[in-house]
């Protein structure tokens, strides 16, 4: 079992995440704790909020108010409600929540049947609940839940994955080839990619590209494919190293071989109504492509922008790390294209996203409710180092959009030294 904490401000949002599960069918609320049922047994994100604000009204200062917690177990596992619902209930009190008011939400829009845990950190009496080591605490608790109801263990597979470290490649330290070939040999293993644009969308997270050669040999024709590391803002910074020296699976006759399959396999993956969803949920509750992009990526999702020379959006690709596949935003949804993403940060014509008409989601619409600063959804397993593992993949490697959030970081950092 692997257990995630998302600590953020937005309690709305955390909300709005889950129910919106519910209201699609793709979930169901198994508990709820120190909140009180309604007359018809029917909740909407707005009771819901409502029932946290006597704790986060009182909130003397805390920052990060919102706790959002979610239990996966291996997808061989077969768990009942009962037990999902049992393992909530201890989880929260071993980690010191049992007397705070918390809503367990059951996903089924995955293969991996999971629940999400929304609560808050912040006591009736306005002070912080200790979360001192509650990473190694929740680690502890999820060891004793895997011999407690016969799960597979998550430890060996983990360390595993662990070992297959993803790192950008930086040019300035030298040896370029191997770094190159650290990524490109092994991606094509754990990731889906259907062209080779999406495929160019996934090595820019590691500053690298690859170009197509076309030519004849012989009086045949010969396609071939380079690899070239580049710099921070996508400029050249190498030659270029020829996908041979890479293996076969870098090469291009290889990689249209993986294109195909990923097709095929993309065509039924479920995936693709979870992603949908989470982005027109990112749509909907920022106001610009910085916010955008940092709430997706906070639920471990990158966003590639392609711009031509004068700024116009001619490509928007989402990369799903959780899933591991790679999406252009048409593929969602067309409503998701990139003229789309165009008209809304280039014209300041923002989409208006159509909500299913059901008498839950119309009573989930709240004015002026926060946007910013959704839960930080990163991995138990990596919160200590963010670099290990597949989710190496994240934030780092796309430092260029978070220099301004970096040096507010540093700044806050500077201001505690001084004080």
């Known amino acids: 079992m692997i257990a995630k904490i998302g600590k953020g401000s937005n309690m709305y949002g955390a909300i709005l995440y889950n129910q919106q599960k519910v209201d699609r069918e793709n979930g169901a609320v198994l508990l709820l704790n120190k909140i009180p049922d309604t007359m018809d047994g029917r ?17 003397i200062k805390t920052e990060k108010t919102v706790r959002h917690i979610s239990l996966n177990p291996d ?10 619902t049992e393992m909530a209930q201890e989880y929260m009190e071993r980690m010191g929540y049992g007397n705070q008011p918390y809503i367990v939400f059951k996903h089924t829009d995955i293969d991996r049947m999971h629940i999400h845990i929304v609560s808050t950190c912040v006591g009736i009496d306005g002070k912080k609940i200790p979360d001192d080591y509650d990473h190694p605490r929740s ?37 370029i080839k191997s770094q190159i070939a650290s990524v490109v040999r092994h991606l094509p293993k754990y990731y889906s990619f259907p062209t080779m644009g999406s495929y160019n969308a996934l090595l820019s997270l590691f500053n690298i590209t690859a170009e197509e050669v076309k030519g004849e040999r012989n009086g045949q024709p010969v396609n071939g494919l380079v690899y070239v590391a580049v710099d921070e803002n996508g400029n050249k910074a190498s030659n270029p ?46 106001s610009n492509e910085i916010e955008f992009r940092k709430q997706l990526t906070e639920h471990g999702i990158n966003t590639i922008v392609r711009r031509n020379d ?13 899933s591991r596949s790679v999406w252009n935003g048409s593929q969602l949804d067309r409503n998701l294209s990139a003229n789309v993403f165009n008209d809304w940060w280039n014209n300041g014509n923002k989409p208006e996203l159509k909500t299913q008409d059901n008498p839950l989601s119309k009573t989930n619409t709240i004015d002026n409710q926060p946007t910013k600063d ?5 991995p138990q397993e990596h919160s200590q180092n963010f670099d290990i593992g597949l989710f190496s993949l994240l934030p780092d490697a796309q430092g260029v959009d978070y220099k301004e ?15």
């Not at 004068?310 to 959780?322: A, L, M, Q, S």
């Open 310 to 322: 004068n700024g116009r959006i001619y490509g928007v690709t989402f990369i799903d790390h959780e």
């Open 241 to 286: 190293f020829k996908a041979s020296l890479f293996g076969k699976d870098a090469g291009v006759a290889q990689l249209q071989k993986h294109f195909e399959q990923s097709k095929e396999k993309m065509k039924t993956n479920p995936v693709r109504s979870v992603l949908k969803n989470t982005v027109e949920l990112a749509m909907h509750t920022t």
């Open 139 to 175: 680690m502890a608790i999820c060891r004793d839940f895997e011999t407690k109801y016969n799960l597979h263990k998550a430890t060996e597979q983990e360390q595993k994955q662990a070992n297959k470290v993803f790192k950008p490649v930086d040019y300035h330290k030298g040896d």
């Open 75 to 84: 997808p061989k596992d077969e768990v009942s409600d009962e037990q999902f």
């Open 43 to 59: 909740y909407s994100v707005a009771y819901f909020n409502k029932c946290f604000e006597p704790y986060l009204s009182a909130n």
């Open 405 to 419: 959030e970096t040096f507010a970081k540093r700044m806050k950092k500077k201001k505690r030294r001084l004080q």
């Open 374 to 378: 959704l839960f930080e959804f990163i």
